[in-house]
């Protein structure tokens, strides 16, 4: 979600310089072509300006939500398995997002924003791992612990390029 004000685009808490949402796109373009270089799996080649948005978006919450760094990487080496990090409006039966939630994580339209299902996924997460024991596992394991995906070993391997993705953004 963006809104414009005196010249500054604010995106998710992020303050970026220039006249609006083209500013905003020619960074993301940037972060997008220095990402396409450092990045050495799913990603890598593949970064867009709307790719770097949507992280742009899950970072920021974890910001908002004092998790750090670590959280925003679980986060986004899960939505790199999930959806390589586009914003999908349908999916697997009902779900739906960066992160294809179910039904039971909410309406069709929060689910399709990127800062709700953000949320709603750190919400999992500190249920699912309570007092930051997440901050004792392995990145994989606590995407499966939140995801419950049939396919459990995905997420420790995309959990470098979420390093990456993360570093860059924070």
Do not use: C
């Amino acid at each position: 979600m963006f809104a414009v004000t005196s010249g500054v685009l604010l995106t998710g808490g992020l303050l970026l310089a220039g006249t609006g949402p083209a500013a905003a796109a020619s960074a993301n373009q940037a972060a997008a072509n220095a990402l396409n270089g450092a990045l050495e799996s799913d990603m890598a080649g593949h970064m867009t300006d709307e790719h770097v948005a949507n992280a742009r978006e899950v970072v920021e919450v974890a910001k908002e939500r004092d998790l750090g760094q670590e959280a925003a990487t679980i986060a986004i080496a899960t939505v790199i398995v999930e959806t390589h990090l586009d914003n999908l409006p349908g999916g697997d039966r009902d779900s739906v997002g960066l992160f294809q939630q179910r039904d039971h994580y909410g309406s069709h339209e929060d689910r399709l924003d990127p800062s709700w299902a953000a949320d709603a996924f750190f919400d999992e997460m500190e249920f699912v791992y309570p007092d930051d024991s997440w901050a004792d596992e392995p990145i994989g394991d606590v995407a499966q612990g939140v995801q419950r995906s049939a396919y459990p070993d995905r997420y420790q391997y995309q959990a470098e390029d979420a390093e990456t993705i993360v570093d860059r953004l924070w």
